[in-house]
C-alpha cells in the first residue's frame, strides 16, 4: 500500500521535467493523476515547451504503475482552462486532495532588456497561472476539509540573481501567495507549501538533452552551489513534494529549500 492510495493529484506544467517526476512520484505513492501543460509555443523563450507527445508519454508512464492519468492540454494562463481541469478531474476521478502548481518559464538576461512582453509572460505564466490553479482548487479542498498543495517556486525566490530579475519576482512572488493562502485554510484542513529546487537538469535549462551545460548564467550558477554538483535531478525535487503532500497535516505556510547547500547564504 502506497501514503497515497485513493487519493488524487493534479500537476500542471506534467509533460516532462519536473512535472513527469512529481507525476510518477505520486503515482508510485498509490495517487490517480492528472497532468496538464500546454503543448503549444511562447514567443521569445530559448527553448521549447513540452509537446502533446510528451503529455501522453508522462500518462503512460504514470499508468505502467498501475495508477489511472489523465493528460488534460490546460494554459495555466486561462481561468476558464483552469476551472475546466479541476472540474474534469472531478468528473472523471472523483476528487481533488492534491495540487502541484509547477506550471513554470523562465527567460534571462539583464533587466533592462527585458520586453514587456517577457515580462507579461512570465508573470502571465508563473505568477497568474498558480493563482488560477490554486483559486479553482480551494473550493473543492475545503468541501472535502482536506487538501494538500505544493507550489513550485525557486531558488531564485529566496535570492537575488543577476539576470534573473524578472524571472525571480514572479517566484518571490509565488511564495507571498501560497504562505498567505496556508493561513487562509489552515483550519480547514488544507496544508499549503512550496519547494524552491535550484537549476534542474530538465529541458527548460538544458533543451538539447545533452549533458552539456547550456549558457554561462547557469555555469555561474551551478559554480555557486556549496555542494559540489552541477545541478539538481527532477527526482530530487520529487522528493521534496511527495513529503510534502505526505504530510498528515501539520505543516503548512513552509518553504523547502532544496538548493545544493546554497540555502547556508540566507539569512
Excluded at 24 to 44: H, K, S, T
Excluded at 94 to 106: F, R
Excluded at 144 to 170: D, H, K
Excluded at 235 to 259: H, K, N, Q
Aim: net charge negative.
Amino acid at each position: 500500500m502506497g501514503a497515497l492510495d485513493g487519493r488524487v493529484a493534479l500537476i500542471t506544467g506534467g509533460a516532462r521535467g519536473q512535472g513527469r517526476a512529481h507525476a510518477l512520484a505520486l503515482a508510485a505513492e498509490g495517487a490517480d493523476i492528472v497532468v496538464g501543460d500546454v503543448p503549444a509555443p511562447v514567443p521569445n523563450l530559448s527553448y521549447p515547451l513540452g509537446t502533446e507527445e510528451q503529455l501522453r508519454d508522462t500518462a503512460k508512464l504514470v499508468e505502467e504503475l498501475g495508477r489511472r492519468c489523465l493528460p488534460i492540454t490546460l494554459d495555466v494562463r486561462d481561468p476558464a482552462q483552469v476551472s475546466a481541469a479541476v472540474e474534469q478531474t472531478l468528473n472523471d476521478l472523483g476528487s481533488l486532495d492534491i495540487v502541484v502548481a509547477n506550471a513554470g518559464i523562465v527567460s534571462t538576461g539583464p533587466l533592462e532588456e527585458v520586453s514587456d512582453q517577457v515580462w507579461q509572460q512570465l508573470v502571465d505564466t508563473n505568477l497568474t497561472g498558480t493563482f488560477h490553479t490554486l483559486r479553482a482548487a480551494i473550493p473543492v479542498m475545503r468541501r472535502q476539509r482536506y487538501g494538500r498543495i505544493v507550489v513550485t517556486s525557486s531558488m531564485g525566490g529566496r535570492m537575488g540573481i543577476p539576470e534573473l530579475a524578472a524571472y525571480n519576482a514572479t517566484k518571490w512572488g509565488v511564495i507571498g501567495l501560497a504562505k498567505s493562502l496556508a493561513l487562509e485554510v489552515a483550519k480547514e484542513g488544507i496544508t499549503v507549501n512550496v519547494v524552491c529546487p535550484t537549476t534542474t537538469q530538465t529541458p527548460m535549462v538544458q533543451p538539447t538533452g545533452s549533458d552539456d551545460v547550456p549558457d554561462d548564467l547557469v555555469r555561474r550558477m551551478m559554480k555557486a552551489n556549496p555542494i559540489p554538483l552541477p545541478w539538481l535531478q527532477p527526482e530530487d525535487v520529487s522528493r521534496g513534494v511527495v513529503y510534502l503532500v505526505t504530510d498528515p497535516g501539520v505543516i503548512t505556510g513552509s518553504v523547502l529549500e532544496i538548493g545544493l547547500g546554497s540555502s547556508a547564504r540566507i539569512h
